[in-house]
């Protein structure tokens, strides 16, 4: 198994000193970055879709083998609602169909206003390409049902598992042959850190689900003071521990978690 672990977007200025060098400038942060870590999960996209030559920019400043995931624009999420899904996916995947190899999954996290229509999310899935790896995070409960379950397990996406507060919010349901996580906020101090024990209980929970050749991207979201890198390092070390492979983290001073 390779999990596949990363931060929820790159751009922080707090985490001077914990992953950047003092001296490090802000345009060079994406290639500090990817020496650390083999993947990431942008966010750009989801606020304003940037154009193709970002997206080729990003590809060429980042090596061989990294890995981006790119979350779906709120406009198709949280404006459409998933509504008239065939222009706004074209128009994401012509863009970021640029990063070429860089290219990993798109999330799509839906509003936690938006109740279950299983209907909407077929017509939706239905429009990305085939080979398109999805992931999608709904945040209301009525979206627990076996239809949904039934609707990912078609389009082969991956039910994005959620933690906030050290524990799921979602159900725990492999839907694909690969999986998807993100931790939002742990419980541990100082906040919003997570504690070794929420972070080994993952690490089993990603164990007993998938087998060993499949990818699992894992993505921590706590980002205030560094503490997305923090304990993006420490989950390694428990994986390693459980004898399980995860790519590159960072060693050194953003190791001493």
Known sequence: MTVLL????W???DWRGVLYPQGCPQRRWLEEYARHFATVESNAAFYRLPEEKT???WRERTPDGFVMAVKASRYLTHIKRLREPAEPVRRLMARA????PRLGPVLLQLPPTLRCDTGLLDDCLACFPAGARVAVE???DSWWTPRVRTVLERHRAALCWADRGSRPVTPLWRTADWGYLRFHEGRARPWPRYGAQALTTWVRRIADTWPDRADVHAYFNNDPGGAAVLDAVRFAR???AAGRSVSRTPSGRASAA
Do not use: M, N, V
Request: proline content about 10%; hydrophobic content about 35%; aromatic content about 10%.
């Open 6 to 9: 990363g931060t929820s977007g």
């Open 11 to 13: 751009q922080y200025p």
């Open 97 to 100: 169909e640029a990063l070429g």
């Open 138 to 140: 709904p945040r209301h």
């Open 238 to 240: 428990a994986a390693a």
């Open 55 to 57: 997206f080729a920019d």
